[in-house]
């Protein structure tokens, strides 16, 4: 009976530091999850920002039409260079 009550408390000590080793991981997943959610987020803005400086360099050069016509090949270029090398990484 003894060995088999030290069995099952070995076994809780054993649950124990498995989920306090969990709980430790989990955390440290989130936080990198947090982190790199808001990078793209800033990654976003900072994109929209440069789109909207060039649109408006253009402007003064061509026009708000071929400027947004620019601006908007200019992102889609990006954007598909991006898919392409996220493709080829994942082959």
Known sequence: MEQLTAYVLSMIELIEKELQLFKILSVKTFKGLGL??????????????????????????VGPVTAGLATSVLILTGGGALLWMSKKCLK
């Open 36 to 61: 790199f959610a808001v990078g793209v987020f800033l990654a976003g803005a900072g994109i929209l920002m440069l789109a909207w400086t060039c649109f408006h360099a253009v402007i003064a050069l």
